[in-house]
């Protein structure tokens, strides 16, 4: 049984006494090259147990944390994504803002899907070292690799990418094509932009952390874990000024693949897990309709 987000210091809280409603996704189908990540979730989870609840400016979880079953992630991709889409749709139901443990990146697509059918069009701000951008990927539409094609093409929703370092052709062309806003690690090496999203972009977002958009210094514990990524501090400016005057109806951190003995990484998911919390709690993005 998968302990709860920080029971440590948190009692179980009722679902709809909760706003952030975290759903471990262990889905591990069409991963790469590094493996692991059906092993994220739990490893947050564990890992979670060792924060402190102020974060170091608030106490996120006084909003109250409610940790959902996992999703089954047996069967085709399809097959765990209709699931993952009924579970997201569970916590809309409930009032709650789903927080997605994963899990490869495409379990973000089933989020997307439940999301869509509740809100209409919203944007999505996606961290991470690749673009994701590829219409297939190893005779997949619905591989890792892809998640973002998905969302574009299929569900319709503007794309904000930050920290990719890793492209394919394809992927330029499908940014021009759907005019997907981007900010690669190198331009943002040499400094952050105040506002990085501009006021044509929907108020109502979902924000998308694979932890390779982390340097690999700092997250090594992942599938393809790239050199030249954001820092700690940097990560977390560059999701605070994207949520200032927004509305965030939910976020997911994937593609962790723990590391035997390697505590500070599992530990690292975690924190930004929670200070993402925490950064929606004080700027009001995670307030319910």
Do not use: N
């Not at 920080?6 to 975290?22: G, M």
């Not at 394919?168 to 400094?191: I, N």
């Not at 030249?228 to 994207?242: F, I, P």
Request: include cysteine; charge should be negative; charged fraction near 20%.
């Amino acid at each position: 049984m998968l302990p709860s987000f920080l029971a440590s210091e948190f009692p179980p809280c009722a679902p709809d006494q909760a706003r952030f409603h975290i759903l471990p996704v262990p889905m591990e189908q069409t991963v790469s090259y590094g493996h692991g990540t059906a092993h994220g979730p739990r490893a947050i989870l564990e890992a979670s147990q060792q924060l402190e609840v102020w974060d170091g400016a608030s106490v996120p979880g006084e909003l109250g944390l409610h940790t959902c079953a996992p999703v089954d992630c047996q069967g085709s991709p399809e097959q765990v994504l209709e699931r993952i889409e009924v579970a997201t749709e569970h916590i809309l139901h409930d009032r709650g803002l789903p927080v997605l443990l994963g899990g490869e990146h495409t379990v973000t697509l089933g989020a997307l899907r439940a999301l869509k059918k509740h809100y209409g069009v919203f944007g999505v701000v996606q961290f991470d070292a690749h673009a994701d951008l590829r219409a297939d990927y190893e005779g997949s539409p619905y591989s890792h690799a892809c998640v973002m094609h998905r969302a574009v093409r299929d569900l319709g929703l503007p794309l904000a990418q930050f920290a990719v370092r890793d492209l394919s052709p394809e992927d330029v062309a499908v940014r021009r094509d759907y005019g997907v806003l981007h900010y690669d690690a190198p331009l943002l090496a040499r400094g952050l932009p105040e506002m990085p999203l501009p006021e044509s972009f929907p108020r109502r977002i979902y924000i998308t952390f694979d932890v390779d958009g982390l340097d690999a210094a700092v997250m090594p514990a992942t599938g393809t874990p790239a050199p030249g990524g954001l820092s700690w501090y940097d990560a977390l400016a560059l999701v605070e000024r994207s949520v200032g005057g927004r509305q965030v109806l939910g976020f997911d951190v994937v593609e962790l693949a723990p590391i035997a003995g390697l505590h500070f990484a599992d530990y690292t998911a975690a924190r930004l897990v929670y200070h993402i919390m925490g950064i929606l709690q004080r700027s009001g993005a995670a307030r319910a309709d």
